[in-house]
């Protein structure tokens, strides 16, 4: 498998609103909605010293009043990057496992019992963010981010006795399929829907003729992970964040 394809599919799945590249490493921007979107992401080698790196993407983050995020990833990081950030006051956060699965072997454990929609994008994010409990003031730009995915993109939601009650949205790009924003009502969890729903979005895939799917999961969120382990993912790398204290470094 490749990663740097893997990567390249990801950030496409959840693109930012303005994105630059510099001496090997993707820097997006988007008004500060997830840390995902609005980070710095080490990705091929460079020629140009790591200090003077840091310094400018500080002082361009700086200047759209963001924090300067970075997202070091584990088979790219440059060697003695992230011993820097620390030393300059970045902590580390947010640690995220990659997992995959091989569709081409995969085979669907059990037939749904329950309805799967295809909702459209405002209809889909509406029940995301009831569920997901994700703050009001965010939708709009959660919208933006949602409409600015180039690549052709499945908006799921499970139906249980005609209630909605688990969600999901998938994002195929090449051989890829990217599962993200898997969530289930609070009232409806521990019954198995969040597999049903992720299940039927993997044969969805495979009858596209996908290979692979991956998804990212926060290495302290162990009932998805066990989710996903149980349904047949595995972990192929991790990430992490470096955040500054108090806001930009200097």
């Known amino acids: 498998m490749n990663f740097h394809l893997l990567e390249e599919a990801a950030l496409n799945a959840w693109p930012a609103v303005h994105q630059m590249l510099y001496d090997?490493?993707?820097?997006?921007?988007?008004?500060?909605?997830?840390?995902?979107?609005?980070?710095?992401?080490?990705?091929?080698?460079?020629?140009?010293?790591?200090?003077?790196?840091i310094d400018y993407c500080e002082k361009i983050y700086t200047a759209q009043n963001l924090l300067p995020i970075f997202r070091l990833i584990a088979p790219?990081?440059?060697?003695?990057?992230?011993?820097m950030l620390a030393a300059r006051g970045y902590d580390r956060m947010d640690p995220t496992t990659v997992m995959t699965?091989?569709?081409?072997?995969?085979?669907?454990?059990?037939?749904s019992t329950n309805e799967v929609r295809v909702l459209p994008l405002n209809d889909w994010l509406s029940l995301y963010?009831?569920?997901?409990?994700?703050?009001?003031?965010?939708?709009?730009?959660?919208?933006e981010i949602l409409k600015a995915i180039l690549a052709p993109r499945l908006m799921a939601v499970l139906h249980h006795q005609g209630q909605p009650v688990s969600c999901g949205l998938g994002v195929l790009q090449g051989g890829y399929l990217g599962l993200f924003d898997i969530f289930t009502a609070a009232n409806s969890r521990r019954q198995g829907f969040a597999a049903e729903l992720v299940s039927a979005m993997l044969l969805w895939a495979q009858r596209q003729g996908v290979s692979q799917a991956y998804l990212q999961v926060m290495e302290n969120n162990r009932p998805a992970r066990q989710l996903y382990t149980k349904l047949g993912f595995e972990r192929v790398y991790d990430y992490w964040y470096r955040v500054p204290q108090t806001g930009p470094a200097q």
């Open 101 to 111: 699965l091989d569709l081409r072997a995969w085979q669907e454990k059990a037939a």
């Open 24 to 53: 090997g490493w993707v820097l997006r921007f988007a008004n500060g909605y997830t840390k995902r979107a609005n980070s710095i992401n080490p990705l091929y080698a460079g020629v140009l010293d790591l200090y003077e790196k």
């Open 129 to 143: 963010t009831q569920m997901s409990g994700a703050a009001l003031q965010n939708e709009a730009l959660h919208r």
């Open 76 to 83: 790219f990081v440059p060697p003695g990057l992230d011993v």
